[in-house]
């Protein structure tokens, strides 16, 4: 089975978790023996053509045009990737199954889906209304009718978590069949082989300091600010803490500002961008992962934490609360409330031996349930029951039983009724009822004549 996936992010080009969610599938997939082509955006130092892991990743800049706002780049990006995708199919011939990962794909999917009379499945990893809390202006509105434009065309919508299947079904109405849940998935070995120099730690934390660690996107959503507002109360009990926070995003400087303005700035590491090697080194440094999202639909770093062999404290809300059984492999704060947050970093930090407990716990639930090679079993069962239905409905243009049936009665008319079939738009949705239409046309003519 061809697949081609289409993604605005791909690695080393990493804004969130859509990056590392596309690799890790794309990859084990291809273990699995798909053949996979990854159509995605060029960053920079980032080859237009690589092979990695036998994943065949195709790069493409966007037109340069002059764009108002990042809607208009994303419209010129989805004109390189199509332009690109038909010359893929043109030289290798076509896919069989497309997978278009969020809405800044949506245009290239929805085009090649009705180019090609292919299947279409998206992955729905956010939405806007979710990470707004609500829809407040034009774009947030044109973006959230375009997701719902996406899952509108899709074969099938996949999310991550059930809280993510009961906010798409009832932002876009979607039936639930149409709907199905697959967690992501994470590559324990990379977090379990990090064994970093020991002068690694001095550069973050002195050497009787406990590192809190937050690894993410710095927006609102991610709870940044509930973690430094948590930070006094976590400093009067364990003064011993310090808190690393790695990752960019518009509200850096707003946050640095804020841990400054708390009095406890001398206690915060903001480390802006990290690569996958820094990452994996600072969660085996680390005493406790602390993700406070408002907003989460799965949260994979909670994931990566487990695997890496860290307690993990999270926010109750969306996925993480789906992953992390209180008490077992984790331990969830209130959503937005910085004392209960500061209550269970408390906890693991003065009780390590509890903190080893849910890592054990932790670490057999990654290799159990979010294996990637468990999570690429249950898309390809997706797949091919998604490719069964296809090759029995009307779309596939040549071998499909409609259309076969569809032939034989255009050859039957035909020979009757020469005139009501000429000009006939062949493989067009519409032709059937035109080509009754004239047949009626044509019947009605010859009684008048009679």
Not at 80 to 100: K, R, S, T
Not at 218 to 245: D, S, T
Request: contains cysteine; proline residues 5%; aromatic residues 10%.
């Amino acid at each position: 089975m061809r697949v081609l996936m289409l993604s605005w992010e791909y690695p080393p080009h990493s804004v969130g978790g859509l990056a590392r969610h596309v690799e890790g599938l794309s990859i084990a997939m291809a273990k699995e023996g798909l053949q996979v082509h990854v159509l995605t955006f060029a960053g920079p130092k980032a080859p237009l053509y690589e092979v990695n892991s036998g994943v065949m990743v195709h790069r493409v800049h966007a037109y340069p045009v002059n764009s108002m706002d990042f809607t208009g780049w994303i419209l010129q990006l989805n004109l390189a990737m199509l332009e690109h995708a038909i010359n893929l199919v043109q030289e290798q011939g076509p896919f069989d199954i497309i997978h278009a990962h969020d809405w800044l794909v949506a245009f290239t999917g929805r085009a090649l889906k009705h180019a090609y009379q292919l299947p279409l499945i998206a992955t729905i990893h956010a939405t806007e209304a979710g990470r707004n809390q609500g829809l407040h202006n034009d774009m947030q509105r044109y973006i959230s009718s375009v997701e719902w434009w996406l899952t509108y065309e899709a074969w099938r919508v996949i999310v991550c978590s059930e809280s993510m299947r009961h906010e798409v079904q009832g932002l876009f109405q979607l039936p639930t069949d149409k709907v199905e849940v697959i967690p992501n998935g994470v590559d324990a070995e990379k977090f379990r082989t990090a064994h970093p120099q020991p002068q690694f730690r001095d550069g973050f934390a002195k050497p009787w300091e406990k590192v809190v660690f937050f690894v993410g996107r710095l927006v609102r959503e991610k709870g940044v600010h509930v973690l430094i507002e948590a930070a006094p109360k976590i400093l009067a009990v364990c003064p011993e803490a310090k808190f690393v926070v790695a990752g960019v995003g518009s509200m850096e400087n707003h946050l640095k500002h804020q841990a400054w303005s708390t009095g406890v700035g001398h206690k915060f590491c903001f480390t802006g961008y990290i690569d996958d090697t820094t990452r994996n080194n600072l969660y085996y440094i680390s005493a406790v992962a602390a993700f406070p999202s408002l907003y989460e639909p799965f949260g994979i770093v909670a994931l990566e934490g487990m695997a890496a062999g860290v307690p993990v404290v999270v926010s109750d809300t969306g996925g993480l609360g789906e992953i992390i059984y209180h008490g077992r492999n984790g331990l969830k704060a209130y959503t937005g409330d910085p004392n209960s947050l500061a209550g269970n970093i408390i906890t693991i930090l003065k009780d390590p031996a509890y903190g080893e407990k849910l890592r054990e716990h932790a670490s057999r639930q990654i290799d159990e349930i979010y294996d990637w090679q468990q999570i690429v079993r249950k898309t390809m069962q997706l797949y091919t029951r998604v490719f069964k239905e296809y090759r029995y409905s009307s779309w596939p243009l040549k071998n499909g039983p409609i259309q076969k049936a569809r032939r034989y009665a255009l050859s039957l008319v035909g020979r009757r009724h020469p005139e009501s079939v000429q000009n006939t738009v062949h493989h067009n949705r519409f032709s059937l009822v035109e080509q009754r239409v004239k047949s009626v046309h044509y019947h009605r003519e010859g009684r008048k004549g009679m």
